[in-house]
């Protein structure tokens, strides 16, 4: 899923809420699943370094 | 005795401890307030008034006795709805918690209860701490949202029903409210107050807050609350620092960071013009102000934020929502779902992102002593189904810094403006002194029109 395209991003997300929660539902989540992959598209853009590793945010 | 419930903490605890007042005489007045605003503010979740008035008496003997048991000695306090608290329900403000009384209270609850504060109950917050409100209404005009999710504790410190709170902040859920109630939210880094015994929302996001009247509160408040605790593998281990007392000790003017590329694009004409006012209140008190560029694309930051909160909520609600999806309120259902679809790359580029945005505001906050902004972009929404907008405060709470609201003025309408400052990380003694320097600069102090009872 990652790496494509917002629609094919949109695609992935409501095919998934389709087979969890059903047709109906994933009608009703429809606008919000958009929204999301909106912003999943986003971070898929974001130029992150090779070497960043995630965030560690547990302290010694 | 209505003059009591105007008093500081600070100022508080000092009468208490030189004899000048009764612990009990002060919760007594605090219950009778709850007792009178309540109904129309619904702030509490629970009221221990029998225990509270038992530990007001106790302490009272044991101030005699023996001195007192810490910098909070007779302070009333309460405690947000996600905390434990032994015998005391804890139910998030949801029907699936409806019936929890936990067996233990939490590390953070322990520690007021060491330094003397009388635990009065437990205040409302929206359901799980994420976005079904809470029932309780803005002090300042009841139609109005007081913010969340801990909505009960701003607006009971707003109604000075109680002097501190201890609270919880995952995106802007101390300072939001804060700003709306017009009281001083202070979210600290993560890790610095303890989250063992706490109803999550996002383990690697959430955050332990205080609310209170002054910064001068909420430092002796942190004071108590910050430390090393074994049983939270989030909690740090670095040093308290004497907060008070570097508030105390600084009179020079800070150097502050004026971020305006993002917040003046999303708030509203007023809060633009009231952050202009402010700023320039400041400067001419003697702060240097510099115009400084977000460190990283905000809008990115909030989409980032949003992978992470979903993912983790979704998981730590993963089997009860499978068995109760029925008790869920729409929007937590929602939430959850989405969660549930959030691809676990999406979720691990996030938390890189996080590590760059982190790296990247510490150069810049290197530059200053604080960066300002305005809390919220409106003041409190009109409305009680939806709980504002957390942008202007959720970047911070992901770079896991310290942020703090000070209440800056009052709108056209009657409701208050919050600034933010946000500062180093683990340097809140930094942070607060410069929130106090600017708070003494703007010399507001806000109180809701209730209708005042006499007391």
Not at chain 2, 155 to 160: D, E, G, H, K, S
Not at chain 2, 226 to 254: F, I, K, N, W
Request: proline share 7%; charged share 25%; glycine share 8%.
């Amino acid at each position: 899923m990652a790496g494509g395209t917002k629609e094919e991003l949109t695609n992935a997300l409501v095919r998934q809420a389709v087979e969890l929660f059903g047709q109906e539902r994933a009608n009703e989540l429809r606008p919000s699943l958009e929204k999301r992959a909106e912003q999943l598209w986003l971070l898929d853009q974001a130029l992150l370094d090779r070497d960043e590793e995630p965030a560690v945010m547990f302290f010694p | 005795m209505k003059e009591l419930s105007y008093l500081g903490a600070a100022e508080t605890a000092t009468r208490i401890r030189s004899g000048r007042l009764s612990p009990v005489d002060l919760v007594e007045v605090c219950l009778q307030r709850i007792e009178t605003l309540d109904d129309k503010l619904r702030a509490w979740a629970t009221v221990s008034k029998r225990a509270a008035l038992d530990t007001a008496r106790a302490l009272e003997r044991e101030l005699e006795e023996r001195g007192p048991r810490g910098p909070l000695h007779g302070i009333p306090v309460g405690v947000k709805d996600v905390y434990y608290t032994a015998g005391v329900k804890t139910s998030a403000g949801s029907k699936l918690c409806e019936d929890f009384v936990p067996e233990y209270s939490a590390t953070a609850v322990r520690h007021l209860e060491e330094a003397g504060a009388i635990v009065l109950g437990k205040t409302a917050c929206t359901e799980f701490a994420a976005n079904d409100p809470a029932p309780t209404r803005n002090p300042w005009n009841l139609d109005h949202t007081p913010g969340g999710s801990s909505s009960g504790s701003a607006a009971a410190v707003a109604a000075r029903t109680c002097f501190v709170t201890l609270d919880t902040q995952t995106a802007g859920d101390v300072l939001r409210p804060a700003a709306y109630n017009g009281v001083v939210g202070l979210k600290p880094s993560y890790g610095r107050i303890s989250r063992h015994g706490t109803i999550p929302v996002s383990w690697s996001l959430d955050t332990g807050g205080i609310m209170a009247r002054s910064v001068e509160d909420a430092a002796l408040a942190l004071e108590v609350l910050a430390g090393h605790d074994p049983e939270d593998q989030s909690s740090s281990s670095r040093p308290v620092p004497d907060y008070v007392g570097t508030l105390r000790g600084r009179s020079d003017p800070p150097t502050l960071g004026l971020i305006r590329r993002y917040y003046y694009d999303r708030a509203d004409e007023k809060v633009r013009e009231h952050t202009d006012r402010v700023v320039e209140l400041l400067r001419s008190a003697g702060a240097r102000i510099e115009e400084m560029e977000p460190p990283e694309d905000l809008g990115l930051v909030y989409a980032a934020h949003r992978a992470v909160v979903f993912s983790e909520c979704a998981a730590y609600h993963q089997e009860t929502f499978r068995q109760r999806p029925e008790d869920y309120g729409p929007k937590l259902r929602q939430l959850i779902e989405l969660g549930q679809v959030t691809p676990a790359v999406s979720y691990i580029q996030a938390q890189r992102l996080r590590r760059r945005f982190g790296r990247k505001l510490r150069e810049n906050l290197s530059r200053v002593d604080a960066l300002i902004t305005p809390t919220t972009p409106t003041t409190a929404p009109s409305g009680l189904s939806e709980t504002g907008d957390r942008r202007f405060q959720l970047p911070w709470t992901f770079a896991g810094v310290p942020a703090i609201n000070v209440p800056s003025g009052l709108d056209r309408s009657g409701l208050p403006y919050g600034t933010q400052l946000i500062g180093a990380l683990f340097a809140e003694d930094r942070l607060l002194a410069t929130a106090y320097w600017c708070e003494k600069a703007l010399s507001v102090d806000l109180s809701p029109p209730l209708g005042e009872p006499s007391w």
